[in-house]
Structure formats: C-alpha cells, structure tokens
C-alpha cells in the first residue's frame, strides 16, 4: 500500500530536486570535469566539420568564449566571471555576432549537439532565418518557432528553446514573404516567451548592435530595448572558412 502524500514529503522532494540541480551547476567548477567536457565540445566540433574536411581550432579568438558557453550552459555561476566586464547573466539569452566566416553559427550548432548529447535540459535547436520563412510559406504562421501552441498540453503552449541564425542578413521579400517582419514578430513573441516562461531564444548576425537596431526599429523603441536582455557576445577574427 502507497503511503500518503504529505506536504512534507512534497517539500522534501523539492529540496531533493533544488540540490541535485545545484551540484549539477557545480559540475564544471572542477578543472578537470571542466577540461573533460571542453575535449568533448571539440570532439563534437570535428564531427561536424568532417564533412568539410576542417579541423575545429581553438585560438585567442575563441578561447574565452568557449569557456564562458560552457559554464553558461552548465548553469555555472563561474560564467559570469569569464568576461567581467561585459557584465553577463545566466538567465539572459545570447546574441552571438561578428563578422562573415567567424564561426557564429558553427559555435551554436557544436553547443546544440553538446546540449543533445548530455541530455541538458538547456538544449535547444538550431534554426535559420530561412527555414522560418520556408514555414511560414507552408503553414502561413510561425507556431513552431513561437508558442508551439499546436501541441499544447491543456492551454499550456509547449515553446521549443531555439537559436536562430543569420538575422538581419535578409531583408528583402522572400518568396513573396518579408523576412525582416517575420522576424521582428518572432523576436517579439521570444521576448515574451522567454519573459513568462524562461524558454531560451539565442540569436546570431553578422550585424552590429547599432545595425540591429536600425533594422528592427518599431517605432516604439520596445524591440531595440529587448536586445539588453541578451549576452552580446563578439566573435573577432579572419574568416575560418
């Protein structure tokens, strides 16, 4: 026979749950586990890049900024102190940006599959400004990439964490579509999602903050202010292509 739940087991269950999540956050705190986990990235990295017979490099352009990632995504508080400066939060989302062939995008892919392999619940799927339009054709809505309100669990919208890739880059009508207000409509329900339901939306561009917010301006300011709630984060260097 089950015994009864009590509001004390619950509350017991909930400090069971609060420490395991907690010395997961430890985890990369040790060098060593630290090191283990940045030769799995890499191992990650040259898996990808195999099919483009290049090796993934790590060099003073990068270094940083990978380390920083893995703590990020490890929900180590030790990633707020990579970049002091800069000032970056673990609860904020990340807008990777820098110039073409620096390796924006192949950085969010590598993350995305080292999230998949370690079964983070911080992973998230790799999207192109693209693939949104091409959906948006098809379905005439960006559901998936939004709210993900079609499966829905009672009225509980059941959003997917994303990165989307390359904004900015197009601003021309696509296949009768206007990228740039799609995107804006996305940024804009990301905002909220990430706001009420901390579901991650990561961006990248080769665009500057100030381009950015030259695109995107909405004549309210409102979607220019949502870029603070990002880590910006450059990427500097020759194209690695």
């Known amino acids: ?5 009590t509001i004390q087991s619950i509350f017991q269950r909930v400090l069971n749950d609060a420490r395991r999540a907690q010395q997961q956050c430890n985890l990369l705190d040790d060098e060593e586990v630290f090191n283990q986990h940045s030769r799995l990235v890499v191992t990650i990295a040259n ?7 290049r090796q993934f490099v790590i060099d003073e352009h990068n270094k940083q900024v990978l380390r920083f990632l893995l703590y990020y995504f490890n929900g180590s508080q030790l990633a707020e102190q990579v970049f002091p400066n800069a000032k970056y939060k673990l609860n904020k989302n990340l807008l990777i940006m820098g110039g073409v062939g ?6 969010m892919q590598v993350f995305s599959e080292y999230l998949r392999y370690t079964n983070n619940p911080r992973f998230f799927h790799c999207m192109s400004v693209t693939q949104m339009v091409n959906y948006y054709t098809i379905h005439n809505n960006l559901d998936l990439y939004t709210y ?13 964490n994303i990165c989307l890739n390359d904004i900015g880059v197009q601003s021309k009508t696509y296949f009768g579509m206007d990228t740039q207000l799609l995107t804006n409509e996305f940024l804009h329900a990301r905002n909220e ?9 990561h961006l990248t561009t080769n665009l500057t903050i100030k381009q950015l917010e030259e695109k995107f301006a909405d004549g309210f300011g409102r979607l220019i202010d ?16």
């Not at 026979?1 to 739940?5: I, R």
């Not at 993900?148 to 997917?160: A, K, M």
């Open 1 to 5: 026979m089950e015994e009864p739940v």
């Open 47 to 53: 898996k990808l890049l195999l099919p483009q017979r």
């Open 102 to 107: 620096t390796g924006k995008t192949l950085l």
């Open 148 to 160: 993900n309100e079609e499966n829905s669990t009672g009225f509980r919208p059941q959003p997917f």
């Open 193 to 201: 999602i990430w706001t009420q339901m901390g579901n991650t939306a």
């Open 226 to 241: 949502r870029f603070k709630t990002y880590n910006v984060i450059k990427l500097t260097g020759e194209s690695r292509r």
